[in-house]
């Protein structure tokens, strides 16, 4: 880690918003605090969800050894606004979202405020390389359904190094100034909440760059029941995001609920209509072998049963992301606070929204 020293002036803040995330904050924190930038140049202001396993004492711990660390409390323990509130609080020009289950390269800072000045980009991102903590056949199956195209489609800091303009980065750096024009996160969104306000900013002539150079290591959940609860969720307030805001739909994100109903619908008529199994059976075999297909060419580097177990792990993925897309169209159309977004387009201090979740 750098050595501790005086804190002024920063010129880039890095924002972690946490909850319950003890096994995972210090490695996270201890990447952000060996940069290659000097400790006073940067701070990183870490917002406590209320946490109960004991993330804060350990943040607070790090906080009395490095003055650049600022540890602050979200009441409303969600995502979007612990966001908000270190955005309030952050003193640089430039902000960094940054994850608590993510560990950043040194260069990374640097790396921020080097392409922010060498592409005039609003906001600049990497590529995630998503990697597994255990090496047993779970994990290494969870890691490959969310770096394949297969998995999660033509997202590109998913599935490859993209050096380009893109609609969404993950962990990005934001010039400050762009959440005064375009508005700060919709504490509405518990979820998905980046893709809406990167869809604010591209719709408000912002632009995104995606850059091998700030790639980073995400550590994803480690058993199936959790990552198809994930998948649920996801595909939930992905549909509550597009709701709010139709510039944040992309195709890509209802593709599992179009094929959700698809094999619904063919099932149902297949008591009525024999000749349907077949079409049933072939719609099986096809996704089966494009899965064997991207197992094969994208995911080389695994080993054999991983490569061949690709498409019948990700069916029960694709399942629960497209069910928890259907869920949220019926739930945004019965709950008319789910079709409104009042928040997201004010200026920083705009406080005035609570959290639905």
Known sequence: MNNPGTFRAPAISVIVPMRNEAEA?????????????????????????????????????????????????????VMPAGMNIGLSNACAPVVVVAGAHTSYPSSYLENCLAYLDKTGADVVGGPLLTTALDHSFVPRMICAILSSRFGVGNAAFRTGMKEGWVDTVPYGAYRKQVFERCGIYNERLVRAQDSELHARIRHNGGRIYQTPALLTHYHPVSTFRALWRKAFLDGEWQCFAAVQNPQSFSLRRFVPALML???????????FVPGVWLFL???????????????????????????????????????????????????ARREPALRTSTHGAGPLDDKTVPSER
């Open 25 to 77: 904050i210090c490695g996270c924190l201890e990447s952000l605090l060996s940069q290659t930038i000097p400790i006073s140049e940067y701070e990183i202001v870490v917002v406590d969800g209320m946490s109960d396993d004991g993330s804060y004492a350990l943040v607070s711990n790090l906080q009395a050894r490095f003055p650049n660390v600022v540890l602050l409390t979200n009441p409303a323990r």
């Open 281 to 331: 059976a072939i719609l099986f075999l096809s996704y089966i072998l494009t899965g064997l297909f991207f197992g094969s060419t994208q995911t080389g580097r695994s080993d054999l049963l991983t490569r061949f177990a690709l498409p019948f792990c990700a069916f029960p993925f694709h399942v629960c992301y497209g069910a928890g897309t259907l869920v949220g169209l019926l739930r």
């Open 261 to 271: 109903l698809l094999l619904f619908g063919a099932s149902v008529l297949a008591f």
